[in-house]
């Protein structure tokens, strides 16, 4: 048997001296014994270095793995100690609660019995208004039987009908005149260089000059109460005859004190309103609440067009207890605020237009 002393690369085997022969004819790639150990040495410490590294990423794998198990031990802990004591709390808010209803129950009991007392005194009240009343008709049916007492008592029954029935006519009068006297109207003293014109026992406002706007106040201060302060529409130019000019209404409320600087000055501080504006160039209505406060101006878009037309009912409604101010049109809400003076007057302003159409405007 022929010593094997080499190795074939393309045979994968160890070959004698014999064999090399037909392997270079075969051009095959011989090596040495001690070349293919070296080869496969190489080999082996390639893939002990790679199993070494995947056992260090490995260990620090599971380093990570541990130390996120460590950390998520911790943030379970401190989970658990503010739910428990974000429930106390709750239990605490919830006792607390159970309390101020039971109170509140006990004081609706203690109103509801004396709301039942008084019904009950009232009732007893009742009772003896109602046998006085019967004693008085057991009077005068006894009356009744003489015939001049039973005339008497007619005539004056008629009497008594003729006199109530002109009290309720003197108090509608009464009643007709103090609304009147109550309702809105425009002060002709608080007018911008007596621009604007006044018709209708002062209800109604227009604006005829060749200066470009105007503005007027109302007569009435609203300092305290609940006030609905409704505006109709007479005329609104229509905007497609207006091309190339603008035009405007505003209406809303000033404080009080500033009424004269803003007729003489056109000073807008301590301003609230609504206002829409036609804008001829471009062609585009735009509807805006407006507001200035110590000098500071703002004006925001509202998102809809309001476009003023003929026969729309404006209205501004006034909660003076609570100093707020909101506007509406043709029963629509449109915006409010609060924050408003101690007391306030209703103002408007009129835009002036070329031609016949003018902005005019009645308070109803």
């Known amino acids: 048997m022929k010593e094997l002393c080499l190795y074939c690369k393309d045979e994968?085997?160890?070959?004698?001296?014999k064999c090399y022969g037909n392997c270079k004819i075969?051009?095959?790639?011989i090596l040495a014994l001690d070349e293919y150990s070296n080869e496969i040495s190489e080999?082996?410490?390639?893939?002990l270095n790679k199993i070494q590294n995947e056992e260090i990423q490995s260990m620090e794998t599971i380093q990570k793995s541990l130390e996120l198990?460590?950390?998520?031990?911790?943030?379970?802990?401190?989970?658990?100690?503010?739910?428990e004591t974000q429930s106390d709390l709750l239990i605490q808010k919830i006792q607390k609660l159970k309390i101020n209803h039971l109170n509140l129950l006990k004081k609706v009991g203690i109103i509801s019995d004396l709301k039942f007392?008084?019904?009950i005194n009232k009732n007893e009240a009742k009772k003896e208004e109602i046998n006085e009343t019967k004693n008085q008709i057991k009077i005068l049916k006894k009356l009744e039987?003489?015939?001049?007492?039973?005339?008497?008592?007619?005539?004056?029954?008629?009497?008594i009908e003729k006199d109530k029935e002109e009290r309720v006519k003197v108090r509608k009068r009464e009643s007709q005149r103090n609304n009147e006297k109550d309702k809105e109207e425009f002060d002709p003293k608080m007018n911008h260089i007596n621009q604007i014109k006044l018709k209708n026992v002062n209800k109604t406002a227009w604006n005829p000059s060749i200066v470009r706007d105007g503005v007027i106040c109302g007569k009435k201060i609203y300092s305290q109460g609940k006030h609905q302060i409704k505006i109709k529409i007479d005329q609104f130019p229509n905007p497609e005859l207006h091309q190339n000019e603008y035009v405007q209404i505003q209406l809303g409320v000033i404080k009080t004190e500033n009424r004269e600087n803003l007729i003489k000055k056109r000073d807008w501080e301590k301003t609230?309103?609504?206002?829409?504006?036609?804008?001829?160039?471009?062609?585009?209505?735009?509807?805006?609440n407006c507001k200035n406060e110590n000098g500071k101006y703002t004006q925001e878009q509202y998102p809809e067009e309001i476009k003023l037309k003929k026969n729309d009912i404006f209205e501004i409604i006034l909660d003076m207890d609570q100093k707020k101010i909101s506007f509406k049109i043709n029963e629509k809400n449109?915006?409010?605020?609060?924050n408003l003076p101690e007391k306030v007057n209703f103002f408007t302003l009129l835009e002036n237009l070329k031609g016949e159409e003018k902005n005019q405007i009645t308070i109803i």
């Open 12 to 17: 994968n085997e160890l070959i004698c001296g």
């Open 26 to 29: 075969n051009n095959h790639s």
């Open 43 to 47: 080999k082996i410490k390639i893939i």
């Open 69 to 83: 198990k460590n950390k998520f031990k911790i943030e379970i802990k401190e989970l658990s100690n503010l739910i």
């Open 117 to 119: 007392d008084q019904i």
């Open 145 to 159: 039987k003489d015939e001049k007492t039973i005339k008497l008592i007619w005539e004056s029954k008629e009497i």
């Open 272 to 288: 609230y309103y609504f206002r829409t504006l036609w804008f001829g160039n471009e062609k585009k209505i735009h509807s805006q």
């Open 334 to 338: 449109l915006v409010g605020w609060g």
